[in-house]
């Protein structure tokens, strides 16, 4: 694992950021005045992975990403057992320049269910609508899509709006998602994610960091597949988690794609998730 956080840490100067021509002039537009359709840069979306796109909505322009429906059940050596349905989870993104997106994470519906590993049945159920997330994403590097390597920050804050299937106190975090292009169909994408939530059983707070690695492999322009490694470490527990991500990509005109996919967990810690997903860009 620390291998891993020592190559995420240097991959910035593996590639050499080229300054080339930007695709539009970022001077002329803005989420007031929409760059023209056939001025767009190709759909970089979030999804479906755990490591996000380096690039932003462009300016004038909204883009939606919603798990249509997200399974989630803890690992079988958690102290509880629980599993989390996810229906409509939407990201709506709206892009204020060439460089900059503004988000908002409206979970629609979740489904929380948890139980000790003793018991048979559920023990204790909530459903309903979900903490709400306010997202800014800014590209420093490779807005353009032009050169070999992108870089991004993301800011948030979740706000504790889904009573008892929330969080149930406002949560921060940041996220520095990186792109390279390693060859013409292949782009190895990483990031640095960093957390600061609360564990609503323990009424306690923790830190999260999370570091990932993706590999994006283009099978011509219709089919693409995702392979990514996860670790994450909490303060809580103190330990690593680690799991592999596998998710096809169907990219079936250029402002929509869908994807399906699962999380295999790597220890009987981490969670096990599958889900299916769209993205649509207007």
Known sequence: MKQLLYFLLLLPGLAWAQSKPSPYDSAHFSWRKPVPRDKLRDLQPDRPGVTESPFTVDAGHFQLEMDALRLINSGSDQDLRTRDIHVAYSMLKLGLSRKTDLQLEVPLYSNAKQRSPSAEDWEERHAGFG??????????????????????????????????VGSG???????????????????LEAQLETDYRYDRNNEQRYWCWQPSVAIEQDF???????????????????????????APIFKLTENLQLDLGTHLALDRQIDHEYFLGITVRR
Do not use: C
Not at 140 to 161: C, E, K, N, S
Not at 170 to 185: C, F, Q, R, S, T
């Open 169 to 187: 106190a406002v949560e921060y975090g940041l996220v520095l998602p990186l792109d390279v292009e390693v060859a013409e169909n292949t782009n």
């Open 220 to 246: 011509g322009k219709k089919l693409g597949i995702i392979v990514e490694g996860v670790g994450r470490w909490e303060s809580q527990d103190k330990q690593w988690q680690t799991s592999l991500n596998l």
């Open 131 to 164: 903490d709400l997330a306010l997202r800014v994403k800014h590209n420093f590097i490779g807005d353009d899509q032009q050169g070999h390597f992108a870089m991004a920050v993301i800011g948030y804050a979740r706000l504790p709006t889904g009573g008892a």
